[in-house]
Nanobody, 115 residues
Framework: QVQLVESGGGLVQPGGSLRLSCSAS????????MGWYRQAPGKQRELVAA???????NYAASVKGRFTISRDNGWNTVYLQMNSLRPEDTGVYYC?????????WGQGIEVTVSS
């Protein structure tokens, strides 16, 4: 059984930083990409950042230049370094692994940016 466990969320002031981690366990046959979505209160879930099997990365326009996605060599853990956080970054962050046709999800972790 595949499990994704996120950590590193919490409350931070505007302009601060957080680093999210997502550790995967269990047997995953193939990984097309892994990364992070987020869902702000009252809004739809949106892609924040992803890293593909060829190690290319893509980011939502709103986080480019502020967030950095990375992974470990074994594709067991994906990280999201979030700098210069803004109140609009507040939400629940979900890590995912795209192993088409299956997508695995973490349980979500809260990030609150507030003074």
């Amino acid at each position: 059984q595949v499990q994704l466990v996120e950590s590193g969320g919490g409350l931070v002031q505007p302009g601060g930083s957080l680093r999210l981690s997502c550790s995967a366990s269990g047997r995953i046959l193939t990984i097309n990409s892994m990364g992070w979505y987020r869902q702000a209160p009252g809004k739809q879930r949106e892609l924040v950042a992803a890293v593909t099997s060829s190690s290319s990365t893509n980011y939502a326009a709103s986080v480019k230049g502020r967030f950095t996605i990375s992974r470990d060599n074994g594709w067991n853990t994906v990280y999201l370094q979030m700098n210069s956080l803004r109140p609009e970054d507040t939400g629940v962050y979900y890590c995912f692994i795209d192993s088409r046709p299956i997508t695995y999800w973490g349980q979500g972790i809260e990030v609150t940016v507030s003074s």
